[in-house]
């Protein structure tokens, strides 16, 4: 699977983005996608999942009730909607595939990576 993230910018405390991910190269509709994020000098860390069929998502506590994950099955296309952004939001997004179907909070679990997108949120 190739993933390409975008979607990525600057933007106000309290604004929106909303990132993409398209994947290639294999059935999409089969396997869980992940959204990480990885600020400065941290260890990169889960932020949300959804299953194929989209009914089964996960969020990180600190983005619940501001993130929504969603995907498109027909287009390839997972999405990661970010309202009220915080500067602590600040960090590369990286959209990420589980071929093996675990709907984990673990990065190691996840075996296809996209190369990551900048979100940075000014104060």
């Known amino acids: 699977v190739q993933l390409q993230a975008s979607g990525g910018g600057l933007v106000q405390a309290g604004g929106s983005l909303r990132l993409s991910c398209e994947a290639s190269?294999?059935?999409?509709?089969?396997?869980?996608m992940g959204w990480f994020r990885q600020a400065p000098g941290k260890e990169r860390e889960f932020v949300s999942c959804?299953?194929?069929?989209?009914?089964?998502?996960y969020y990180a506590d600190s983005v619940k009730g501001r993130f929504t994950i969603s995907r498109d099955n027909a287009r390839n296309t997972v999405y990661l909607q970010m309202n009220m952004l915080k500067p602590e939001d600040t960090a590369i997004y990286y959209c990420?595939?589980?071929?093996?179907?675990?709907?984990?909070?673990?990065?190691?679990?996840?075996?296809?990576w996209g190369q990551g997108t900048q979100v940075t949120v000014s104060s």
């Open positions: 990420a595939a589980d071929s093996n179907y675990k709907h984990s909070t673990v990065a190691s679990a996840y075996d296809y």
């Open positions: 190269g294999r059935t999409f509709s089969r396997i869980v």
């Open positions: 959804i299953g194929w069929t989209g009914i089964r998502n």
